[in-house]
Nanobody, 122 residues
Framework: HVQLVESGGGSVQAGGSLRLSCAVSGYTYNRPCTGWFRQAPGKEREGVATIASDESTSYAASVKGRFTISKDNAKNTLWLQMDSLKPDDTAMYYC?????????????????WGQGTQVTVS
């Protein structure tokens, strides 16, 4: 079983930055996919940035070059550095961990989710 707790959300003006953190506990060894998703009101949950078990990263086209995902295995922590934020980035952001091998930007790969942290860009 895996537990994930997000923090670091908030309100920021367009062009600003935020850094989200996700504390991961439980069985975390070599999970196939770990990443960040977001969901805005009335929209489907979408993959934002992910790290696979081989340390490769994937980004949604809409955030590439602005967001950076990183993790510290020793601290069991996942981060999402978000720069040059836009109003379209406003959403609830979720940390997730998956036990299936496949495209990490797909929510179907994940079976553990955090409660989410709200990001609002105005």
């Amino acid at each position: 079983h895996v537990q994930l707790v997000e923090s670091g959300g908030g309100s920021v003006q367009a062009g600003g930055s935020l850094r989200l953190s996700c504390a991961v506990s439980g069985y975390t060894y070599n999970r196939p996919c770990t990443g960040w998703f977001r969901q805005a009101p009335g929209k489907e949950r979408e993959g934002v940035a992910t790290i696979a078990s081989d340390e490769s990263t994937s980004y949604a086209a809409s955030v590439k070059g602005r967001f950076t995902i990183s993790k510290d295995n020793a601290k069991n922590t996942l981060w999402l550095q978000m720069d040059s934020l836009k109003p379209d980035d406003t959403a609830m952001y979720y940390c997730a961990s998956g036990s299936l091998f496949g495209p990490c930007l797909s929510a179907r790969m994940y079976n553990y989710w955090g409660q989410g942290t709200q990001v609002t860009v105005s």
